[in-house]
C-alpha cells in the first residue's frame, strides 16, 4: 500500500516569507508526528498528533511554527517569517498507535526547506 | 528524562567486515528500544526493534540485544554489504508520552 507521503519535496523560500509543508499519512494510522532533521544532528521533535486528542506541541520550537491535521488525516506545517536557521529537511511519521512506546513509526521521505 | 547516546561516525568499512555501532541510554523502567535505518534517497525505516529487557531484535542479518545491565542496544552485523551504507538511528520512547527520541545517527559506509 501507499506509504507516508509528503510535499514539496524541495522547498526553496527567502527569509521572512511563511512555507507549508503537506504531510498525508498512511490510511489508518491516528498517530502523526512531525521532526526537524538538521545538518549533522538527530531528529528533533516537533509536534505529534493523535486522533481527535489535543496534540502534543511540545517539541515546536518557537511560535513562529504551527501545525494541524484535518479530519484525522493530513497534516500541515506552517513556518511563519521563516528564517535561516529554520534550514532543515522536516520529517512527517504515521503509526498505528497501538501501546505507548512500542509502535512502529513510518517515514515520509521528507521535505528539504532551504531559507536564503 | 530518557535520553540515548550513539556513536559518532562516520563508520567505513570494508565489504564482509564486522560492524558494531554502539548505542546507550538512560531511561525510567525498561522502555522498548529502536534502530532504523536511513538509506541514500530514502525516508527513515525501522530496521528492528526490542520491546523488553534481554530481547534481541533482529532484521536483514543486523542484530541488536536489549541488555539493561549495561543500558545498551549495540547494533551489529557479521557480514556488512555495500548495500548497508546507510545512517542508523538508535531510538527510545520518552518515559510516559508518545514522543520519541532519536540519537545523532551513525553514517556507515561499505567499501566494495
Known amino acids: 500500500g501507499a506509504g507516508v507521503s509528503q510535499s514539496p519535496s524541495n522547498k526553496v523560500t527567502e527569509k521572512g516569507k511563511d512555507v507549508e509543508l503537506r504531510c498525508d499519512p498512511i490510511?489508518?494510522?491516528?498517530?502523526l508526528y512531525w521532526y526537524r532533521q538538521s545538518l549533522g544532528q538527530g531528529l528533533e521533535f516537533l509536534i505529534y498528533?493523535?486522533?481527535?486528542?489535543?496534540?502534543?506541541k511540545s517539541g515546536l520550537p518557537s511560535d513562529r511554527f504551527s501545525a494541524e491535521r484535518t479530519g484525522g488525516s493530513v497534516s500541515t506545517l506552517t513556518i511563519q517569517r521563516t528564517q535561516q536557521e529554520d534550514s532543515a529537511v522536516y520529517l512527517c511519521?504515521?503509526?498505528?498507535?497501538?501501546?505507548?512506546?512500542?509502535?512502529?513509526?513510518?517515514f515520509g521521505p521528507g521535505t528539504r526547506l532551504t531559507v536564503l | 528524562g530518557n535520553s540515548v547516546t550513539q556513536m559518532e561516525g562516520p563508520v567505513t568499512l570494508s565489504e564482509e567486515a564486522f560492524l558494531t555501532i554502539n548505542c546507550t541510554y538512560t531511561?525510567?523502567?525498561?522502555?522498548?528500544l529502536f534502530w532504523y535505518v536511513q538509506y541514500p534517497g530514502e525516508g527513515l525505516q525501522l530496521l528492528l526493534k526490542?520491546?523488553?529487557?534481554?530481547d534481541k531484535g533482529s532484521n536483514k542479518g543486523f542484530e541488536a540485544t536489549y541488555r539493561k545491565e549495561t543500558t545498551s542496544f549495540h547494533l551489529e552485523k557479521g557480514s556488512v554489504q555495500v548495500s548497508d551504507s546507510a545512517v542508523y538511528f538508535c531510538?527510545?520512547?520518552?518515559?510516559?508520552?508518545?514522543?520519541?527520541?532519536f540519537g545523532t545517527g551513525t553514517r556507515l559506509k561499505v567499501l566494495a
Open positions: 526490542a520491546t523488553k529487557a534481554d
Open positions: 531510538a527510545l520512547p520518552t518515559s510516559g508520552t508518545y514522543k520519541y527520541i
Open positions: 531511561a525510567t523502567g525498561y522502555p522498548s
Open positions: 498528533f493523535q486522533g481527535n486528542s489535543a496534540p502534543d
Open positions: 490510511s489508518g494510522h491516528t498517530a
Open positions: 511519521a504515521s503509526s498505528f498507535r497501538r501501546d505507548r512506546g512500542t509502535d512502529t513509526q513510518y
